[in-house]
């Protein structure tokens, strides 16, 4: 096993914290995982486990006596907790005066707010008056509903359609924990991930198309059908963002884009399912940006080495009338230029237990969506999305 030094800790143990175990062993670096289940993805391939929760501070000071350069599988952390362990020679990749703004979704909006980032017309919930609940000036119905820290694929989001939905929502939830946002209308979804080093150098993926089913993705298109000023766009507001918390670290960024222009639509500080493309199909993955940042090694360029690429989404199918998964696993790694990703995630519907990147031949952009829409089609005869 690697030297201290040549250690990592990540609190998480899940799929993202898999895949930066897998792009640390390339580089010969240890990870020492914190996680609460033997039965986490990233337990197989990580050298050592602190048992607990990524929400127990304890468990990470337990971590810290075995590494000292810490990073973060998600943004679900006890960042107050965490700051007592905050010490000389100790180095969380984000900082954790970085990730405050960011682990809440209120405080993510305030700071939006505060760049002046287009981003949804927003209000707290709590601000809405319980007693005769109404929308602000302004605002129709329908309105999106989200919960301030936690949510994700979906979860902890609500689709309000009327005041009386309103009223249950204010009846049903902590007001203090939520937010209201306009409903936004876009032609596409769109993503970016970059890194930012500790000496300030910003790299940055290709930007993608992302496509979204029950507001879970299903695929995403690398590189996006776009014009340069808008990659442009995404890429000068990820690097005001990066630059403004003295960010060190890999982030992603979710746009909407549409009439109103682009506007962010969510933030995460971590590696995202919109950059799992990047292991096959450039030269420095996130997770490879992520290890290298964490560990202090030299950070590589991000570039696209291939004409593109699609990644799809394996979601547990219910098990009645489904082909066996061994038979499905294998048809998916028979199609020409695929990488099957199995989390080793018990398959219960609905569920993310892995996903296939294809990597794309036509260099033309309209011949390069066709080509994935119709390997998306053929990786769906295969592995259906539960979710349509």
Known sequence: ???????????????????????????????????????????????????????DAAATAELLKRCQHITFENEWIPVDALRALDC???????????LLPLVNKLSQRRMLDDLAIPSPAWIALDEINTDSPALPAGWTFPVMAKVAHGGYDGKGTRVINNRKSLQQLLSSVAVEDWLLE??????????????????????SLPLVETHQKNQVCDWVLAPARSEQ????????????LLTSLNYVGVMA??????????????????THNSGHFSIEACSSSQFDQQLCITAGLPVPATELVVPGAIMVNLLGLPTEGTEPLKSRLA???????????????????????GHVTVLLEQTHCEARGQEAEGLLKQIREIWPNPLN
């Not at 899940?14 to 020492?32: D, N, P, T, Y």
């Not at 000023?229 to 005001?240: D, G, H, P």
């Not at 790694?333 to 609905?350: D, F, T």
Request: aromatic fraction near 6%; hydrophobic fraction near 45%.
């Open 1 to 55: 096993m690697a030297s201290a030094a040549g250690t990592i800790g990540v609190v998480g143990g899940g799929q993202l914290a898999l895949m930066l175990c897998e792009a640390a062993k390339s580089r010969q670096v240890a990870v020492i995982v914190q996680s609460a289940s033997e039965q986490d993805p990233a337990i197989a391939v990580a050298q050592q486990q602190v048992s607990g929760a990524p929400t």
């Open 88 to 98: 000389d020679g100790v180095e969380f990749s984000p900082s954790l005066t970085s």
């Open 182 to 203: 306009t409903w936004v209308t876009y032609e596409r979804e769109l993503a970016l991930v970059v890194s930012r080093d500790q000496q300030g150098r910003i790299r």
């Open 229 to 240: 000023l808008l990659e442009a766009t995404a890429y000068n507001i990820a690097a005001s």
């Open 253 to 270: 960024l979710e746009f909407f884009y549409g009439p109103a222009g682009l506007m962010v639509n969510e933030i995460a500080p971590r």
């Open 331 to 353: 048809a998916l790694v028979a199609i020409p230029r695929s990488h099957l990703h199995w989390y080793g995630k018990q398959e219960m519907p609905g569920r993310k237990v």
